[in-house]
């Protein structure tokens, strides 16, 4: 009876690719050196009345063409994803000293003149902004009227409802918006403004005037 031949790949083929411990640092072209050097070995010591089968041999090769591919597309990927990245970072190095809405419920204010803001999904009757200080005490509301969707900056002149100046600090505000009766989820933003920029493992990262940091998509408006 004859033996069959299989296409499977023995594992010291698979070490031989792709490296065992030293996976990280081994090149593309180590990886094509050891699998040639493995493979010559293995024809040379073939047993002449069982020599390789040929589909085995085909299975191996593509199996070093697979492996030396993604190789090659890791590299252009990262190199991809550097050169987005830098480019990216140059850019956002132009916002530096810009004010930038964001999400957030607080504002500070400051010699009379408080900014923020606030992003409607979708048009609205009725919006009213209600600002509060430290202990949720109504301070100013603002009734904005019928209001189309997108986002706004806000600024508030620091008076309370009865016309007296608020003192400077920090606010916390809230935002009602309905639409024939049935309320919108409207969001709240807070200004800020970028103070820098940076690189991280989640990309290009703003730095803010209060010590947060945001990335790109999390900026509403520049200002």
């Known amino acids: 009876m004859s033996t069959v031949q299989t296409n499977q790949v023995s594992t010291s083929l698979l070490n031989a690719v792709n490296g065992t411990n030293s996976t990280a640092t081994s090149s593309t072209q180590e990886a094509q050196d050891r699998f040639m050097k493995l493979l010559v070995t293995q024809m040379k010591n073939q047993d002449p009345l ?3 089968d040929n589909a085995q041999v085909t299975s191996q090769l593509a199996q070093l063409s697979t492996v030396t591919g993604i190789d090659k597309l890791n590299t252009t990927v990262e190199s991809l994803i550097t ?6 970072t140059l850019q956002a190095t132009n916002m530096i000293g ?3 809405l964001v999400s957030g419920s607080s504002t500070t204010l400051s010699n009379g003149s408080s900014l923020f803001g606030i992003e409607l999904p979708a048009s609205a009757s009725s919006v009213t902004v ?5 202990a949720g005490n109504a301070v100013r509301t603002m009734a904005l009227g019928a ?3 997108g986002t706004y900056p806000l600024q508030w002149d620091g008076k309370n409802d009865q016309g007296v100046a608020a003192a400077n600090g920090t ?14 989820a409207a969001t709240t933003l807070s200004m800020a403004q970028v103070a820098g920029v940076s690189n991280s493992t989640q990309g ?3 730095k803010l005037s209060d010590a947060t940091s945001i990335g790109l998509s999390d900026i509403k408006q520049i200002l």
Do not use: C, M, W
């Not at 505000?173 to 639409?179: G, I």
């Open 171 to 184: 606010y916390k505000f809230e935002v009602s918006a309905k639409s024939s009766g049935q309320a919108i």
């Open 204 to 206: 290009v990262q703003l």
């Open 130 to 134: 209600t600002i509060r200080d430290s």
């Open 83 to 88: 050169n987005v990245q830098s480019s990216q």
């Open 147 to 149: 209001v189309e969707a």
């Open 50 to 52: 069982n020599p390789l």
């Open 98 to 100: 810009h004010n930038v």
